[in-house]
């Protein structure tokens, strides 16, 4: 959770105006309100062990309000940060109402009952190979220590158990834990060596262990608290951009839920349990708003990744995981010791996986028949036009500096801006509306598209294995039943 958690705030923070100090704040923040989310959503969500932490589909609209005119007259940068952070703060509480109605009312239930292997691969493939851009080409931002990461990680977790045999289970669960230290001594070791002495500042931003500012300016122990920042403000504008981030963020989530529940080796997850997650995700945007950790919350497919990695689908120790987050973000200091390692190195981890957590939405192809003409067209069509989409907004901003919806009304453009730049959202949605009207009702199509796979999952009780999954704790499956 600390590639998320830091990389943000890091890219956020002093372009609001905040300096070292509050970008500190910022990161507890982050990660304890990622804890607390974690742990209402494994208690009483979907029951899953998925994280929730961080997101970057929430970055544009927040950038977007950094960028508002009323900000742009404020010449102190700190008052200029709490400003804007509280503007952030009232525009996210709005925003977790979208999800906080769509997830609780059952509509969300409705939509996901309509999913089928076909149209759930190509959502799933890209909510992890769409992310392609935080891999490689961040790695590459210092390459002899990402580089070194990404190899280490590879041997320590692919060839290791099986050459060594006696410690199989050992580098397959550790090997994140085992090649972390390794290469952050390394750089420790670099730059106290004073390799990057007369290196430009951008290098020594990406590679050095102490160009943080995290250390010196993390207190020794702060609890994060609600308004900590001021009382929010509300503009609907930037009301409107996030709700738009959090729309994208709750179909994103749902294809992140579907790949937890299959490396979890739980039963596809119910429509109205992923309603019900959804519903939860909600509160915790809500709580971000409230707490103002300056981005929204979905759930952190990077751990969907390390399930397939680790083999470790259990809630219990994703609870315990939660229990450390909150730990850590407490006490300031030691949480800020390991936020100190440098972002190639989580950018290694991410090419791992980010790809174990898209290779899961190609599994479901096993359901599919790949000889249909039908199949091959809303499957390569889906996955092109995700990828393609959003390469021309994103192409367009970078030259332009805005998006290709550039009218009067700012609030628009970033609605529409922030929808056709998420790849996964872009993909899903076409293979779900392709998936759903082309010759949708002829029973060779309903075998096609693997619907039938799916049929006993569709409601909560048609399978005696819902309720070992995703049955809520302490009885309360009597007073909130899934249907």
């Known amino acids: 959770m600390l590639g998320t958690s830091v990389i943000i705030p890091t890219a956020l923070v002093p372009q609001m105006g905040g300096n070292n100090e509050d970008k500190a704040v910022v990161i507890q923040t982050l990660l304890f309100v990622a804890g607390i989310n974690t742990l209402l959503q494994s208690f009483f969500g979907t ?138 001594l390394y750089a420790y070791l670099l730059t106290v060596g004073g390799a990057y002495r007369n290196a430009p500042p951008k290098t020594q931003f990406h590679c050095r262990t102490d160009r943080s500012g995290l250390i010196g300016g993390a207190p020794w122990i702060r609890v994060p608290y609600p308004f900590q920042w001021g009382a929010p403000t509300f503009d609907a504008g930037e009301a409107f951009a996030m709700m738009a981030a959090s729309f994208v963020a709750l179909v994103e989530s749902t294809g992140a839920f579907i790949a937890v529940s299959r490396y979890a080796s739980a039963t596809p997850i119910p429509p109205s349990v992923l309603s019900r997650g959804i519903g939860w995700q909600g509160i915790g945007i809500l709580l971000d708003g409230l707490f103002g950790t300056g981005n929204g919350s979905s759930v952190s497919v990077e751990n969907a990744g390390l399930l397939a990695l680790t083999r470790v689908g259990s809630r219990r120790v994703v609870q315990i995981s939660a229990g450390f987050m909150i730990f850590f973000s407490i006490l300031g200091k030691f949480g800020a010791v390991f936020a100190s390692i440098p972002a190639p190195i989580f950018a290694a981890l991410y090419c791992i996986f980010f790809a174990y957590a898209g290779s ?24 092109f036009m995700g990828l393609s989409i959003p390469q021309y907004f994103n192409e367009y901003t970078s030259v332009a500096g805005y998006g290709p919806v550039h009218t009067h009304s700012r609030w628009f453009n970033d609605i529409v801006n922030v929808i056709f730049s998420s790849k996964a959202f872009v993909a899903g949605f076409v293979a779900y509306l392709l998936d759903n009207t082309i010759h949708r009702h002829e029973s060779s199509v309903r075998k096609d598209r693997g619907y039938h796979w799916w049929d006993k999952f569709r409601s909560y009780r048609t399978d005696t294995r819902s309720e070992e999954f995703y049955s809520l704790p302490f009885n309360l499956n009597k007073f909130f039943p899934s249907v």
């Not at 490689?136 to 002899?144: R, Y």
């Not at 249909?372 to 996955?383: A, D, E, P």
């Open 47 to 184: 029951r899953l062990p998925a994280v929730v932490g961080g997101s970057y589909t929430f970055v544009l609209p927040t950038i977007s309000i950094i960028l508002a005119g009323r900000y742009a007259n404020e010449p102190n940068p700190h008052i200029k940060f709490l400003r804007i952070m509280r503007g952030t703060q009232g525009a996210l509480i709005v925003a977790s109402a979208l999800q906080i109605i769509v997830g609780f009312s059952g509509l969300w239930r409705n939509v996901a009952r309509y999913l089928s292997p076909l149209s759930a691969a190509p959502l799933v493939a890209l909510v992890g190979f769409g992310l392609y851009e935080l891999g490689f080409p961040s790695v590459a931002k210092c390459v002899e220590i990402g580089l070194p990461e990404l190899i280490l990680l590879v041997i320590f977790a692919m060839y290791l158990p099986n050459t060594v045999h006696m410690l199989k289970s050992i580098f397959d669960r550790f090997a994140v834990l085992f090649t972390i230290p390794i290469v952050w």
């Open 360 to 383: 899961a939405g190609f599994g479901f192809l096993q359901f599919c028949n790949l000889n249909s003409f039908r199949t091959k067209f809303i499957l390569g069509f889906s996955v």
